[in-house]
């Protein structure tokens, strides 16, 4: 373990079984394992961090998730190349997820930033980064 390193980062959803089914195929596409399950949450782990997920309460979904408001705006992963960040991109079309900033992929964050940023169900922003 390093110190300053992220243990872990949970995060609250409006639905844990869409959720889970997001998140189980994207992290394990990353090179994630299933962690821990229970009733409210699952969680996937890659080397010493893992990301939980959790079902949120029925009286805090009155207000849905949004990355403009204080809080976390987007989680960013490395990928392992651009042709990794370029399929992975073809699967998340396939499955329907919202790619976002479409006209400027995968240069959206820049002439040398090559990723792809798109919406988890709850239209949290997640970005893939080639190294």
């Given amino acids: 373990m390093t110190k300053g390193m992220l243990h872990h980062i949970e995060l ?18 990353l090179g994630y394992e299933l962690y821990q399950e ?3 949450g699952r969680s996937w ?3 010493e961090t893992y990301l939980v997920f959790v079902q949120a309460e029925d009286r805090y ?6 990355r403009k408001r204080v809080g976390l705006n987007h989680l960013a992963f490395w990928a392992d190349s651009r042709a990794h960040v370029d399929a992975l ?3 998340l079309r396939e499955r ?3 790619i976002l900033y479409e006209s400027a992929h995968p240069y959206a964050g820049g002439d040398s ?3 792809v940023y798109f919406e988890d169900p709850d239209r949290m ?3 893939l980064v080639a190294p």
């Fill in 89 to 91: 991109t073809n699967q």
């Fill in 96 to 98: 329907g997820v919202p």
């Fill in 61 to 66: 979904l009155d207000v849905p998730y949004h």
């Fill in 45 to 47: 782990r890659l080397g």
């Fill in 38 to 40: 229970w009733d409210a």
């Fill in 113 to 115: 930033h090559y990723a």
């Fill in 125 to 127: 922003k997640v970005e």
């Fill in 12 to 29: 609250y959803v409006s639905d844990l079984a869409r959720s889970v089914e997001f998140w189980g195929w994207l992290l394990e596409e």
